[in-house]
């Protein structure tokens, strides 16, 4: 259904990062070709409207439900962890063996749980509502994420990282790409609480340098196509929703 | 790392359905030799203590962030899709070929993540904190979630499995079972908001019905291994968050 020579088309809100950047890291880290496609010009079939078609009119198979969608050949998958699943053997971001493909998979969805905690610190009440019309459960809801939750998944993946290179022991992966999303990203939303977390996980900090080195994502980091943090996105920088400073 | 006489053990919470009932129903469904550790007397090794020991000294591998967990052999797996997707070749639970196990998975996480959504109509704000603590934010996250979450995710759903029998098309798979959970669910938490729904999905009710009457499932369903509903669970009935009656 790919091959080496296939160009991937991953369909994504164009003006974020959000969900889609955990797929974007995977291809710009392996060099993939790929066609970033809502970013391209509307007369070259980009804009939200390609998203929108994709979503509208879906090629056979399971239709998504939202974007991130990826496009590989014939094949049209959603879901970030399903997509990393996919593509991980394809781009050798991570080893073949079933034991190891299906731990990968297993730490993609816990990160996939702490992004969905992450998004719910600012709309903890509904989605079709303005961050601003929840914000009071929203502050309560980030402060029970700083003091509870963080603390919980960062103790997790420390444990999981520690006394390795890499999460999944020797082997780099996707799962390292996307922990380095996340850690940026808790960075930039909540400098003051992660500042606090930051000393007791110094192997994740570690990876998260690791990772931001390699050639491809390095290259990528410091190029256009990385969309800035914004507050649009999962990770939005609103300072009281942020720990209390000490 | 397993075969065919694998006995698999299932850790998960004794007293409630939860996100172990989805792993259940896939052993019930084919058949499968297992343990449901966690409700053997504790002189078998069974109860709680089993999980916490489990999450405590994980054996080698990704360790399990929470229940529920499977052991096949060697290999110890977390996250109820990560389960799904390796039990599900082994069960005859979801065609061999590459591209419908990734839309399997795509499902089960689009699966995954309505059933999120379900336990935040009831815990908003924290998991932490007893559902009464948070009753306020509850109410309206819950009115939110019926009026708009549910309609879209059931909309989907219902695209998804309208003309074939099994939500993959003509093969059943082990997302049928988890969405016949789901559906059983919903039925038991919002009567009212889901009896409003229901004249819009009649090939989801097809496919409950039609999962109810498969052999393993229907023995296990008048079993006593099949645990009611509760308000310990995910699914909860509280009438304050249900649909006004209409």
Chains 1, 2 share one sequence.
């Not at 369909?11 to 797929?23: A, D, K, N, T, V």
């Not at 603390?151 to 990282?161: I, M």
């Not at 606090?196 to 390095?218: C, K, M, Y």
Request: proline share 9%.
């Amino acid at each position: 259904m790919s091959n080496p020579e296939t160009v991937y088309e991953l369909y994504y809100w164009p003006s974020i990062q959000g969900r889609g950047e955990l797929i974007r890291l995977l291809l710009e880290d392996a060099g993939a070709p790929y066609r970033d496609v809502a970013r391209l010009p509307p007369e070259q079939g980009g804009g939200v409207p390609a998203i929108l078609r994709m979503l509208k009119e879906p090629p056979p198979g399971a239709p998504p439900f939202a974007p991130p969608i990826l496009k590989a050949g014939d094949l049209v998958l959603a879901q970030v962890a399903n997509i990393c699943q996919f593509l991980g053997p394809r781009l050798g971001l991570v080893p073949g063996d079933e034991g190891s493909r299906a731990h990968a998979l297993q730490l993609q969805l816990t990160i996939a749980d702490l992004v969905a905690e992450v998004h719910d610190t600012h709309h903890p009440i509904s989605s079709a509502l303005y961050y601003e019309d929840q914000q009071e459960a929203a502050r309560e809801r980030a402060a029970s994420f700083l003091a509870q939750r963080l603390p919980k998944f960062l103790g997790y993946f420390e444990r999981a990282a520690a006394g390795s290179p890499y999460l999944l022991g020797s082997a780099h992966s996707y799962v390292d790409l996307s922990m380095f999303q996340v850690l940026e990203g808790l960075a930039y939303a909540f400098p003051r609480g992660f500042e606090g977390a930051a000393v007791t996980i110094p192997s994740l900090l570690a990876l998260r340098q690791r990772v931001a080195e390699r050639p491809g994502v390095a290259a990528y980091l410091a190029s256009e196509r990385r969309l800035p943090f914004n507050e649009d996105g999962i990770f939005r920088r609103y300072p009281e929703l942020d720990a209390a400073s000490s």
